[in-house]
């Protein structure tokens, strides 16, 4: 069918996703789609359904310096208000082989 194609992985698995919605202090709504995958060695998929922006975080992520505002295009403030809420969700990262 797609003779041209030369594809590196097509795996299809079941995933669980949590879509959450909620305000910050600044007044800034966030509309989150966090889907737990056995893929990224444990980090979560974290989408931001509003702006489409999706990035694969963990902890260590979320500890380096300017990468949600990188990623997600946010301000500092409104950054730092989604760590808080990252801090909680994304958890440990197992490595499975």
Do not use: W
């Not at 990468?67 to 500092?76: G, I, N, P, S």
């Amino acid at each position: 069918m797609l003779p041209d194609y030369d594809f590196m992985s097509d795996t299809t698995e079941e995933t669980s996703t949590r879509f959450v919605t909620f305000i910050c202090p600044s007044l800034k709504r966030f509309d989150l789609a966090v889907t737990s995958t056995n893929r990224f060695y444990g980090k979560k998929l974290v989408t931001d359904l509003q702006a489409g922006r999706t990035a694969i975080i963990g902890p260590d992520d979320l500890e380096e310096e300017g990468y949600l505002e990188h990623v997600f295009k946010l301000t500092e403030e409104e950054a730092e208000e989604l760590n808080q809420f990252l801090q909680l969700v994304v958890g440990t990262v197992n490595f499975t082989d």
